[in-house]
């Protein structure tokens, strides 16, 4: 870890008895990880505190038989689009271990422009989403204890933003997380398993729910249009390239079991906690179950404790790809625990996550701009770009329905994308009259 920028500046790694793959430049680790040590990264990439909104935002619109049939087709179609760039990590006889490498490898500079851009501003926004749910959750621990409204969201963004950025500076890069993906494990598990509990414990005791889907045709075709596209954002990180960059060789099949893993065991604390959390309040489950279930004061802090802390976490993995780009640009080397080193850190990460706070604690309904952003830059990611780019890869060695396959999902998911960033501006223009800066949401 001391040499971490010196060990990964090189050329070649040997694969194999017969070619070498070529490793483009950067200040961080790659090849170091195990498959089970990836599988985790991803796991936390689901199973963070966004779950306890998923009863809200996708079991209420789209209803019991809408909601589950959505989760498992998402489960699976993510699970295929997200091979599909696995399996490309290596074309051409070089690692693609950023998005806009593999982009700009295979279409040329304009694609990889864009998909840095695209790929940025999303992470960017799930970043300012994070430290906003984090805020949310420290402000839900105060409120239980105290009812004087002294201290607001803006409050505990800041601080939220603060721990952020001391994390940030104390974990070089996305390997380092080592034993905080186990701690983030353990948070996770508590705040799912505490809302899962106190949810039972209200549904048993309530006899009748309500299922029904409410409102108008036109707003219901919005919101079910909105929670569908909710389906795409579960699944997926839009830095799978990042992520397997990490994976010790073989990297595709070493990526390909981490991608099992986060497919099947990973998913089940998520799918329990969303069904289960609609199955007890129904239509009236709130966008953060954690405000629905009713129980003893500590059991709700704890949990909201944990959400807090592994969203910490989180963000950290939402934001390496960032972090990597500052490190490798500015030529950070050597020892992680060196003063100049320590020094950028501050200076780099403590800077963007700075403007990263100021921007969620201006805009706490930064909510309804990311369901924009996540139209217009997850689903062309992880799908129209996964598929269209295995079909060009691939052309030669595809038959007429193969090559069919692939031109229908990108189509579907393009008409999605389109139709996803129409129901979040009508969300946002909705919700306009009650946005203001530095809201007390």
């Known amino acids: 870890m001391n040499a971490t920028g010196d060990k990964n500046r090189t050329s070649d790694v040997n694969v194999g008895e017969h070619f070498d793959i070529k490793v483009p430049d950067t200040a961080h680790q790659i090849s170091s990880d195990s498959w089970f040590q990836v599988a985790f990264v991803l796991t936390t990439g689901i199973n963070n505190a966004y779950v306890l909104g998923f009863s809200g935002t996708v079991m209420v619109p789209l209803g019991w038989v809408g909601g589950v049939v959505g989760l498992i087709l998402a489960t699976a179609i993510s699970l295929y689009a997200n091979a599909l760039v696995a399996k490309l990590h290596e074309f051409g006889g070089k690692r693609h271990i950023r998005y806009r490498d593999l982009a700009g490898f295979i279409y040329g500079r304009k694609a990889y422009c864009l998909t840095w851009g695209l790929q940025y501003v999303n992470l960017f926004m799930i970043n300012c989403g994070f430290i906003i749910l984090s805020g949310s959750a420290l402000k839900a621990v105060y409120v239980l204890f105290r009812d004087d409204h002294a201290m607001k969201l803006p409050h505990f963004i800041a601080i939220a933003g603060l721990v952020c950025a001391v994390f940030a500076i104390g974990v070089p890069h996305l390997s380092a997380l080592g034993i905080w993906l186990v701690v983030s494990t353990i948070f996770s598990l508590i705040f799912i398993i505490v809302a899962i509990v106190l949810a039972v414990k209200d549904g048993v005791k309530t006899r009748s ?109 939402f934001a390496s790809p960032t972090y990597e780009y500052m490190d490798t640009k500015f030529g950070v080397t050597g020892s992680t625990l060196a003063l100049k080193n320590l020094t950028f850190r501050i200076m780099a990460r403590g800077g963007y996550l700075a403007v990263s706070t100021l921007l969620s604690a201006l805009l706490p309904f930064l909510g309804d701009f990311m369901s924009f952003t996540g139209a217009v830059s997850t689903i062309p990611l992880t799908f129209i770009l996964a598929n269209h780019m295995y079909y060009k890869v691939k052309d030669n060695k595809l038959n007429p329905m193969q090559k069919l396959w692939y031109w229908l999902n990108v189509v579907f998911f393009s008409l999605m994308a389109v139709a996803a960033a129409i129901a979040a501006l009508r969300l946002i223009s909705v919700d306009s009259k009650n946005f203001h800066v530095f809201a007390d949401l």
Not at 226 to 239: H, P
Not at 258 to 270: D, K, S
Not at 290 to 313: E, Y
Request: a positive charge; one cysteine or more; charged letters at 10%.
């Open 209 to 317: 729910r309500d299922y029904e889907i409410h409102g108008t045709p036109l707003s219901k075709l919005f919101t079910i249009t909105a929670a569908a596209a909710n389906l795409v954002f579960v699944f997926n990180t839009g830095m799978l390239p990042e992520i397997q960059a990490t994976v010790r060789q073989p990297v595709v099949k070493n990526m390909m079991k981490a991608l099992y893993f986060q497919f099947t065991v990973g998913v089940l604390p998520m799918l329990a906690v969303t069904f289960i959390g609609y199955w007890a309040y129904g239509s009236s489950t709130s966008t953060y179950l954690l405000n629905s279930v009713t129980g003893p004061l500590w059991v709700k802090a704890l949990a909201n404790i944990s959400a807090f802390l592994q969203s910490v976490i989180c963000l950290h993995i």
